[in-house]
């Protein structure tokens, strides 16, 4: 029972250019959605959150788009640079009821950046 | 300014013996939580400890799967009598209060033979 999807397990995006990284969720009480990145034999670094009160949050570089409605949430890096080669990975938690404790991860997304 | 720390890095097991990985959270943060990263997977939530009290411990195996945080010194996950389908990387994580983000370790890679 996978509640966080990450449908596409991999990305190519040219330097510079925008990278769409997508997540969609099927529990209905989440409320708080993160997006790690992770490069390999490192632990995930937290890079943006949101919370379900909001549709949009920016970070510099980084901008996340949540659509409760469609259970849906993406990750936008604009402009991508080479250094953004890695594994994202996006997560959930449900405050709400609780369980805050417990961030539900999507398999992630291997993200290339090329020259 | 040190992050999560975990030891070690990577370990060795054969199947039966015990496993032992320690995390030391970020200073000052009091609530620590343990994931698992099966091969081609994303991880997965075990357990969550405050000091000297494990409140939530839904993700962890009912048999040979134990975790600590005493009042002093690191966070313990402890897997006894380890199997082939241990092997994983095992992250640490801690956050300063609840449901805030929590900042992960850099894993502990568990090869069972």
């Known amino acids: 029972d996978q509640q966080v999807k990450q449908n596409s397990p991999s990305l190519s995006v040219q330097e510079g250019r925008i990278s769409i990284l997508n997540c969609d969720y099927t529990?209905?009480?989440?409320?708080?959605f993160l997006w790690y990145k992770k490069y390999p034999a490192e632990g995930p670094t937290f890079l943006i959150s949101i919370s379900s009160i909001k549709d949009k949050n920016e970070d510099g570089r980084f901008t996340v788009f949540l659509n409760k409605s469609a259970k849906h949430l993406s990750l936008h890096i604009v402009p991508s640079q080479p250094g953004d080669s890695a594994v994202y990975f996006c997560a959930a938690s449900a405050l709400v009821t609780g369980t805050a404790s417990k961030l539900t991860f999507g398999t992630g997304t291997r993200l290339q950046v090329t020259l | 300014n040190a992050g999560v720390m975990q030891n070690p890095r990577h370990l060795v097991r054969r199947r039966g013996q015990e496993a032992r990985l320690r995390c030391s959270p970020v200073k000052g943060h009091s609530h620590v939580y343990w994931y698992r990263q099966l091969p081609e997977e994303g991880l997965k939530f075990m357990v969550y400890?405050?000091?000297?009290?494990?409140?939530?411990e839904s993700g962890m195996p009912k048999e040979r799967f134990s975790a600590e945080f005493p009042k002093e010194g690191p966070s313990i996950l402890r897997i006894q009598q380890v199997v082939r389908g241990d092997s994983a990387a095992y992250f640490c994580a801690s956050s300063p209060q609840l449901g805030d983000e929590q900042y992960f370790g850099p894993g502990t890679r568990l090869t069972v033979t």
């Open positions: 400890l405050q000091k000297e009290n494990i409140i939530d």
């Open positions: 529990n209905s009480m989440f409320d708080y």
